[in-house]
């Protein structure tokens, strides 16, 4: 059974950092897709970042050069690191395990969730 647990979200000033962690049991990380997606209030759900199985980073244009994905295979936990953060990234933050990294399509395994608020 895979499981994904975020950690790591919180309030925060606009310009401010945060980095968040997701631990995933029951998948080999360093063998599959993972990536995070955000949802703001009444928006959908949106692809933020992602890392192949061979290392390929993709990030989404609203973040790129702020965000940085990363994964520690020794742990089995995917992180992301949100640099310059502004009021529109306020959302709840999803771990996703498998996310097919052509289409932005997320995965069926999913973590609880984060809440990362910006303050202006």
């Known amino acids: 059974q895979v499981q994904l647990v975020e950690s790591g979200g919180g309030l925060v000033q606009a310009g401010g950092s945060l980095r968040l962690s997701c631990a995933v049991s029951?998948?080999?990380?360093?063998?599959?897709?993972m990536g995070w997606f955000r949802q703001a209030p009444g928006k959908e759900r949106e692809f933020v970042a992602g890392?192949?199985?061979?290392?390929?980073?993709y990030y989404a244009d609203s973040v790129k050069g702020r965000f940085t994905i990363s994964r520690d295979n020794a742990k089995n936990t995917v992180s992301l690191q949100m640099n310059s953060l502004k009021p529109e990234d306020t959302a709840i933050y999803y771990c996703?395990?498998?996310?097919?990294?052509?289409?932005?399509?997320?995965?069926?395994?999913w973590g609880q969730g984060t809440q990362v608020t910006v303050s202006s």
């Open positions: 996703n395990s498998a996310p097919e990294m052509s289409t932005m399509t997320p995965g069926i395994h």
């Open positions: 029951g998948r080999t990380i360093s063998t599959y897709n």
């Open positions: 890392i192949e199985w061979d290392g390929r980073l």
